[in-house]
């Protein structure tokens, strides 16, 4: 037995030792030259990626936006994306390891394919109300295939920068991906802008089916991710495609190897909760169509500002240190969510559901009180941006490995669907607007204090070997021959 156990540990120390001497001398590679050098660029493939997400979930923003997904009556449209958050949340927890499996490039694709559905199902209630099933439906089809979408792109996002360049890559991606959202905005404002009721024409809803179905050309067209190379010249090492067991192994060996994760999921599930609020409860309660797409697009529109903001100006601040960073992002969070939140307060105790029927006669953009109401649309625009990014750059800040971070990403957008598909079903049930408020800013207040600690005790100025560890059990072989596998990269 005592035998056993010491080559046990002899031989866990020769690998840590190798691996030791791999991080200390790591392979460098010459990167391609002319236009292939241009393509297989790590910023050119993250701003393709970007534009998959400017043309399908950007698109999806810009509906969501609007408050009821363009419609006078936001039930359907709340139980239709309670719907989509709850299959999110479902196929998100595993999503990492379909990513694993197949590859990033084919899972994007993947994911790409349920947003011109989604959107031509508010097409069809447009022209036929009584479709109210098929839009829920869609909900449901688009929240498996977003879960896939996101999980590559945190993946692919991560994995292709540097340490030193994540928060620069994140804000990136942040910048175009929002852009779909500003984009679609405007074109909404401009087709509605003479009108003053209170839902979209079928023009909106084909405009944004055309450039959802650009995306997913746009997802093909993508770059081999075994072909990247790093602008430091190191290769991406893209994870192995093992056993159905060992990567279900993997979710909880993850959690397990790495139970600072846990501390973030307060966080996760605040980051899409607040939409609810901000979108339906808001923007579609008190205001008509016209001024509804105007906030839209000036909320997004700050989205580009705010993610540059923490990204470029604090993040990746290259005076400080990483851990100073974080800190100061989180300051930054705690400080905005404070200042949106309370300014929200003294608007929502003004209103009820009663006081502000569907059909009523909402506030335009020409009405005096409207200037105040717009810029609170901005800073929450702000604050959702700042949110994302800092929260993305967390996880990043954990771990260089593709399969750490396709699992921890998949934990992301697991836990949030989750929390976004209970409030959207509260919307549904038509709780009080200022339930659902101060729900909201309780869950974003307590998501920092919970992850105070994470970033106190797990944070790094750099990442370590031990973060790049990713014990797995594969399934051919007995459990009792556990073996340590090790993507570094």
Partial sequence: MSTTVAEEKGSRSSIQDSLS??????????????????????????????????????????????????QVNATISANSTCALYSTYAFFGFFSGTVN???????????????????????????????????????????????AFLWTAQGSMMLSYATEAQKGKYIGIFWAIFNLGAVVGSAVSFGQNFHLTDNSVGNGTYIGFMILTIMGIGVSMLMGDPEKMIRTDGTKVFIPRHPSWKSEFYGLWVAIVTDPMI?????????????????????????????????????????????????????????????????????????????????????????????????DSQKMDIYDPEYPAHVWLMIFYGLLDAMWQTTAMWLIGAMSNDTNKLAIFSGFYHSIQSAGAAGVWRMDAVAMPYMNIFLSTW???????????????????????????????????KPASKIETEVDVI
């Avoid at 959107?119 to 089809?141: C, K, M, Q, R, T």
């Avoid at 966080?267 to 609020?277: H, I, K, P, V």
């Fill in 442 to 476: 309780g869950l974003v207040a307590g998501g920092l204090v919970l992850a105070f600690p994470m970033i106190y005790l797990r944070v790094k100025d750099h990442t370590t070997i031990d973060d790049e560890t990713l014990i797995q059990l594969d399934s051919d």
């Fill in 262 to 358: 846990l501390l973030l999921f307060p966080m996760f599930f605040a980051s899409n909760y607040f939409y609810t609020w901000q979108f339906n409860d808001y923007n579609s309660a008190l205001f008509n169509i016209r001024a509804r797409a105007l906030n839209n697009l000036m909320y997004w529109l700050s989205q580009i500002f705010g993610s540059a903001l923490i990204g470029g100006l604090v993040l990746d601040q290259k005076r400080l240190r990483r851990r100073t960073r974080a800190f100061t992002g989180w300051f930054v969070l705690l400080a905005m969510t404070f200042i949106v939140h309370i300014w929200a307060y003294f608007y929502q105790r003004t209103y009820t559901r009663q006081s502000v029927p569907p």
């Fill in 21 to 70: 001497q791999r991080e200390e001398t790591p392979q460098i590679f010459e990167r391609p030259k002319g236009w292939r050098g241009i393509y297989y660029h790590p910023v050119t493939q993250v701003m393709m990626l970007g534009f998959v997400c400017f043309l399908c979930p950007g698109m999806f923003n810009a509906l969501t936006g609007l408050g009821g997904g363009g």
């Fill in 100 to 146: 694993n499996m197949i590859g990033a490039k084919r899972t994007l694709i993947l994911g790409s394919l349920g947003y011109a559905l989604y959107v031509g199902s508010y097409l069809a209630i447009n022209i036929h109300p009584g479709a109210g099933d098929f839009v829920v439906i869609s909900g449901a089809l688009l929240g498996v295939t977003a």
